[in-house]
Nanobody
Framework: QVHLVESGGGLVQPGGSLRLSCAASINIFSISRMGWYRQAPGKERDMVASITSGGTTNSADSVKGRFTISRDNTKNTLHLQMNSLKPEDTAVYYC??????????????WGQGTQVTVSS
């Protein structure tokens, strides 16, 4: 499996910004899709944003225009730039990697998560 380590979480006031990073143990150019998910207390884990190896991105409606996902293949790192943060963005944010092992067969790996708290 791919070892993923998130960083960059913390406490921020509403309207503020944070940049999350996810460092991978392998060359991420070989990972088909990477993404950020979040889970608030008592809620399911939901997709925030994803990006394919070709650079195609997708994001949840709730973060469109505020969050930007990017990947740096030279540093094997995934980023999530979060602007105009709201209290409802408070959650544990997880990094996910999907690596193709064979035709139609994908290996999924998760990071340990990083806490983001938006509060005044």
């Amino acid at each position: 499996q791919v070892h993923l380590v998130e960083s960059g979480g913390g406490l921020v006031q509403p309207g503020g910004s944070l940049r999350l990073s996810c460092a991978a143990s392998i060359n991420i150019f070989s990972i088909s899709r990477m993404g950020w998910y979040r889970q608030a207390p008592g809620k399911e884990r939901d997709m925030v944003a994803s990006i394919t190896s070709g650079g195609t991105t997708n994001s949840a409606d709730s973060v469109k225009g505020r969050f930007t996902i990017s990947r740096d293949n030279t540093k094997n790192t995934l980023h999530l730039q979060m602007n105009s943060l709201k209290p409802e963005d408070t959650a544990v944010y997880y990094c996910k990697a999907e690596r193709q092992r064979a035709v139609g067969v994908y290996e999924t790996s998760w990071g340990q998560g990083t806490q983001v708290t938006v509060s005044s």
